[in-house]
């Protein structure tokens, strides 16, 4: 049974820098991606970031390219998001999301995608 834990979120100060983990446990195989979701009150959840360990590729939004960077620990089973120059508009609850049968990051691009699993979600809140 695949299990996706975060941890990280919390309060930051406009412009500041977070950093979320995910620990992934339960895969059956090594080829899948694991990504990140968020969700602000009011409003449609919507991808972030996807990285994908079965063809290597990435994926960012573009409202947070070039601010947010996806990793992997593969020792640890561990993803992160290292999130940098936060705005007020990145406040929400971020989800670690993976799925097992599409594999890589293009269907980011479609807003109706889903992924397979998901995290319970930590909050980020963005405050002076």
């Known amino acids: 049974q695949v299990q996706l834990v975060e941890s990280g979120g919390g309060l930051v100060q406009p412009g500041g820098s977070l950093r979320l983990s995910c620990a992934a446990s339960g895969f059956t195989s090594d080829d899948y991606h694991i990504g990140w979701f968020r969700q602000a009150p009011g409003k449609e959840r919507e991808g972030v970031s996807c990285l994908s360990t079965w063809d290597g590729s990435t994926w960012y939004a573009d409202s947070v390219r070039g601010r947010f960077t996806i990793s992997r620990d593969n020792a640890k089973n561990t993803v992160y998001l290292q999130m940098s120059s936060l705005q007020p508009e990145d406040p929400a609850f971020y989800y670690c999301?993976?799925?097992?049968?599409?594999?890589?990051?293009?269907?980011?691009?479609?807003?109706?995608?889903?992924?397979?699993?998901w995290g319970q979600g930590t909050q980020v809140t963005v405050s002076s």
């Open positions: 999301v993976a799925d097992a049968i599409l594999k890589g990051c293009r269907q980011y691009y479609s807003s109706s995608y889903s992924p397979e699993y």
